[in-house]
């Protein structure tokens, strides 16, 4: 976490103040992608064939990403920032780096998944959710608000994934909610119950499967994954009641550079996450809510997502968040 701060503390500040001077990608369109390459790799793949334009990939932390966006400024050899999380998303774009985006594109999902400002467009849905051990805690027994995770009685049973941007998404979004001390507050109580502290949301699940822990704060798509190669996985989600923090739904989303060197193609890019190529990869492959009606059906077993409600929140809020989010978490002893 520390080593994001010098960075992301001067995310805002320094994207206006740079030097137009252009990337030099060659003749590739260079994707920044929070999202891992085993979970898009293939989607990428599919891209370059059905298109026709290569593409190199720079996979990493969201948050990173949009920290080295930043300092890279109009320098940046990006045409693409493709996020896990619309906080990172909204840094860049208000950062002043992100061009806005046809309202063709923009229209093709609901305005509850897209910048209010036109500059990104979420591709795919996520719940956040209590991921639980089906050997050792009933359903009935996993509480229904994140704010009851501070009980004495789940101490040492807990895990959560600090650097990974979709925690950091679902702070701000709770500071966003309920405000900052009664966050501050919150985040103390977990690290009094001792939690553990792991880099990913897979780590997370990987630790109620082995025993370590019995809850873990995570987006609802990992446990589909993992049981897609181990069908007797014994983890499940538990969706939490509606209005509280812990079930927000985020999106994974892209933006086009502004001083991108191939926005043409950045274009299409953004468009093929959006028609029912990427789509129904996002529902079959990753398990997560296509956003495109039409395009794709959502994975069997998924709620609807018109059905989840979380904070009442925009997501193009949590942009401006990032930064005094990280400073929060460090400040309260909560980094990996």
Same mark, same amino acid.
């Given at each position: 976490m ?5 960075i992301l ?8 103040g740079?030097a137009?001077?252009?990337g030099?990608?060659?003749?590739k ?7 891992n ?8 793949e ?7 334009v ?5 996979y990493g932390?969201?948050a990173?990403?949009a920290?080295t966006?930043?300092?890279?400024g ?13 906080g ?13 985006l ?7 999902v609901?305005a ?6 036109g500059q990104?467009?979420g591709?795919?849905?996520r719940?956040?959710v209590?991921?639980?051990s089906?050997e ?5 027994d ?6 009851d ?5 789940y101490?040492?049973r807990?895990g959560?994934?600090?650097?990974n941007a979709?925690f950091?998404a ?9 405000g900052?001390a009664?966050t501050e ?9 001792a939690p553990k502290?792991l ?12 025993g370590?822990?019995d809850l873990?704060l995570?987006n609802h #798509? ?6 897609? +190669? %181990?069908? !007797? ?6 969706? @939490?009641?509606a209005? &509280? ?6 999106v ?7 001083s991108?060197?191939r ?6 890019f ?6 029912v190529?990427g789509q129904?990869y996002f529902?079959?492959k990753?398990?997560? #809510?296509?956003?495109v009606?039409?395009?794709a +059906? %959502?994975p !069997?077993g ?5 059905d @989840?409600?979380g904070? &009442? ?7 401006g968040?990032?930064?005094s989010?990280?400073e929060?978490l ?7």
């Open positions: 520390k080593r994001l701060l010098p503390l001067s995310l805002l500040a320094i994207g206006g740079l137009a001077c252009g030099d990608d060659g003749d369109l260079t994707v920044y992608s929070g999202r390459e085993k979970l898009i790799g293939d989607l990428v599919s891209f370059k064939k059905d298109t026709g290569d593409v190199e990939v720079r932390d969201s990173e990403l920290a966006i930043a300092e890279e109009d320098a940046s050899p990006a045409d693409v920032f493709f996020s896990q999380d619309a990172a998303l909204g840094a860049v774009e208000q950062a002043g780096l992100l061009k806005a046809p309202q063709a594109t923009l229209d093709k609901d509850r998944w897209r910048d209010p400002k990104w467009v591709t795919s849905g719940s956040r209590i991921a639980y089906t050792r805690v009933q359903e009935g996993v509480p229904d608000s994140v704010f995770l501070t009980d004495p009685r101490k040492g807990i959560l994934a600090p650097p979709s950091q679902f702070v701000s979004a709770m500071r966003i909610d309920v900052d009664k507050e919150w985040l103390r109580g977990i690290k009094a119950n502290l880099e990913n949301n897979i780590q997370t699940e990987e630790a109620i499967a082995r370590e822990i873990g995570v #798509y990992y446990v589909y994954e993992l049981r897609a +190669e %181990r069908p !007797d996985f014994p983890v499940a989600n538990h969706f @939490l009641k209005g &509280d923090p812990g079930a927000l739904v985020n994974a989303g892209a933006g086009i550079l502004k991108a060197d926005p043409r193609e950045a274009q299409r953004v468009d093929y996450l959006l028609a190529q129904q529902a079959d990753t398990f997560e #809510y296509p956003l009606d039409g395009e +059906e %959502r !069997d998924l709620p609807p997502i018109e @989840l409600q904070p &009442d929140i925009a997501l193009g809020e949590l942009g968040k990032l930064k989010t990280l929060m460090d400040r309260v002893g909560l980094s990996a």
